[in-house]
């Protein structure tokens, strides 16, 4: 097998984590260079102008989860494409929910006040 | 319909298509024996095969559960009363945080690593791992180091700071003396093995499968150790940072975790934990996959919805990095973030509850459950166990409920719940599992039904009531405790429990001793399980590698044990007369080559006996004995290299059934490229974490950055080792061309070039170097230049491995062993040299661009 066909549908297969990953860094350390700068908060809906960012974060990983989902594997056996296939969308989904999940937080909780007792 | 489908639906039973036909020529056998012979006497430590590394390893791995058991009796003892007055203070914090640290690093992690050396290469249907050097000289380094680790205590000098050893009660100001550098060290040699056992992991498993194993039809066990080995890979390079970083603080004073000076102890705690929650998957992920492969072979079924547990397995693996902050949720850390963490906790439920479900059903459609064996037994009391730290944990991640319970004795009993239950469970179902696979007889039903219930009740009557101690407000790593009202029943309680379960464990050491013995022959496939490990094997793993058809092939392909026995399937004997396996492709596992695999031979014991020199002799301040060790490991280790990558000259090899194979391959699909490619991914994480550590650095103190472009270095010094680097990458690539040419009058120009090459790389490094010198900054005035430092410290030390490959590679072609055809030195070089590139690059513009944009 060529290498970059196996390149291909590995990185296919785990798509969704690797999204779900760069998804996490990136509002994680978002938040976090926010907080550590008290920049100033505009707020709208209630929500800091940073907590649109992290929901908009979410809305284009998900976005991006879609798109991968549209790549086919390229394994030449059919037993093999099967699944790939299936694992990778099952990966999304958990991945989507995970994604969703930390994105609902946003509205549940203040943004940067230190998660502390007293 | 393609190659692989054909073979499959041509298979079934008809005996005239087996690969190899009968009757076998008479000397085959006898090669096959010969090439995999172990030496005889004392030149048995020699031996390289997974079988022998694999057992010697988890005995090891299995003394080292005894020791620190011993060190748990210790501490039950002193705590069994009130005022007690056994172990001084000093002593207690010796004991418990050796407990810890050699319950997780030398016997948790190591054992589940030697359970995939041994059991990984017969699962798969090779005939060992594809470096078994590699796994050797890993086991030796962590067999000595480890016990002279474990010696600190005897010495008054093992670490008192912890298993987590939060800085900065371990930095130089509070831990002087070398207690704390032996922590470092004992986990050193793990992080060394660990990545070395990822690396054989990874390729073992993706590239010496059985022809037709397709990774839909991968045994679980397989699936869950190649999570594991992706756990490794990225969690390992931040705690290998981590120490480093604390080694310089102290050695140095290099102020990375000193508030005064800008550095955090938060960072610390941050890389720890990047670790140490996946940490705890690397031990519960592979137990959870021999429960996978246990459950169908006991009851009869195979696993019911394996698509679903893959994807558990992987689900989990990935989601556990985004746990770590919850181990942290006491420290301060802004709201939002922690309910990203908080979040991720409870998006990783869904594929561990997927797996229990999976579990469950195939125990309630089992066709053959009773009369309850051993492992089964084990089995169960990992359900019971497990679910009830599972539910504590739902418990402490409630963030205003971890607030209560921090730091108490409820902590101590969730904790163990989950890894006694999740780990040391399994591993004991395993250990019954498993032993008539390389033993002559099975271990006693008997004596194990005794060890299991004294286990269990002792495990319960030892850990439940420390969730009440701990409510009722017992603090851990207490040497000892008044007498308030109820502790001193419990915690009696407790000591009492804990000397059933060490009855239990002496149960199961006097079985093993009674029935344990390795010769040659097994007991076989008692219990009737239908993965490829319960072939008829011997030291050279099958007599022929089957082509399999589905997930339990022996289920399915009845005749295979005998029809693989007779050498009727793939490489029925040692066609070249040394030691091999077939490589397959990654994904449907087609024969791609034959891989030739090094005998016996000293060079992995004794270079790891240098390592493990160099490292011991290094934390007691002996500089130069210790170097001299570490020449000694470079010798041994050069050694050994020198021998691969051999002319590829051997003729194609027929292994059956018209497949022809060429002998050695090189290039992007030779399992050498694989295992580089790993180690760049590796590399490529401590780097990660090293940016992150310098960022956060930024984001905690800000003040001790540069506000203004003056104390920065003029940009014409980064520009000017940016230009070196790549000047050295382009005399790389030239040399690449060259070498493709494959005339012999080139490697004159080759070797010239390369050499210049390493002298570029020197330059770019000591350029860099004099920058920062010319500027008022230095590494111990504060957190800023300690991480400014150590970004070029790495890269110096990514330049100098480089650089010894380099001449390296340029000795070889001096003595006519590169060409065009043997090329795999040069290619392994060229693609760590263009990582080491690459990462300068990288260091470069974080270190003079971010200042700069902020400035
Ligand atoms: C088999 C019986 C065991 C007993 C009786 C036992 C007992 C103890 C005790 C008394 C402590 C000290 C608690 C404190 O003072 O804070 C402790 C801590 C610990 N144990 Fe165990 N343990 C056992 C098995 C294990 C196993 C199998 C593991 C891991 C695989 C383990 C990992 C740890 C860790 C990580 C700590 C924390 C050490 C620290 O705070 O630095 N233990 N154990
Ligand atoms: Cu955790």
Redesign the pocket.
Known sequence: MHPSRFTHDILLLFAGPIVWGLHFLAIYGFTGVVCARALPDARWLGIGWSGWVVVAMGVLALAVLAGCLRVRPLSPAPDDRRFLRWTAVALAGLAALAIVWETLAVFLVPGCAPGVPG | MTKAEALDSARPGNDGELPNPLPRPAEELERLEQAWRYPPGIRVLTEVNNNIIGVLYIGTAFLF?LL??VL??L??TQ?AVPENHLLAPETYNQV??M???V??FL??VPMVEAVGVLLLPNMLGARDLPFPRLSAYAYWAYAVGGLVFFGSLFWGVAPRG???MYPPLTSYEFSPGDNADFWLLGIGFIEISAIAGAIEIVVGVLRTRAPGMTLARMPIYAWSMLVVAGLIIFAFPAVILATLLLEVERSFQWPFFIAAKGGDPLLWQHLFWFFGHPEVYI?FLPAAGMVSMIIPAMTGRPLVGYRLVVLALVGTGFLSFGLWVHHMFTTGIPQLSVSFFSAASMAVAVPSGIQVFAWIATVAAARRMRPLKTPMLFVLGFFFIFVLGGLTGVMVAVVPFDWQAHDT?FI?AH??YV??GG??FPLFAALYFWAPYVSRKPLSERIGKWAFWLMFIG?NL?FFPMHLTGLAGMP???YTYADHPGWGALNLLSTG??YL?AAG?LLVVIDMALHFRISGRNAGNVWNAGTLEWLPNGNYASRSIPRVTGREPLWEQPGLPREVEQGRWYLPGAPTGRRETVVTSPIEAEPQYLLLMPGPGWSPLVSALGTAGFFLLLTVKMVLPALLFGVVAIVALLKWLWASDPEPDHPRVDIGGGVLLPVQMTGPSSHSWWAMVVLVIVSASIFGSMVFSYLFLWTVSPDVWPTSTAVLPGWVWPAISASLLLASAMLVRWCNRRLLRAESSTQRSLQAVLGAAVLLLFASVVVEVAGHLSTPVSPTQSAYGAAVYMVGALQAFFVAVVACMGLYTIARSACGMLSARRRQTFDNTRLFWYYAVAQGLAGLALVHGFPRLLA
């Open positions: 559960f620190a058991g748990a009796l501490m039950r705590l418990f945080t407990h810890g640290t319950m997780m016997f948790a912890g298993w987590f031990i004795y101590v904790l163990h890894l006694i780990m040391v495990v030892t851990r790593r207490v429990g804990a379960i464990v």
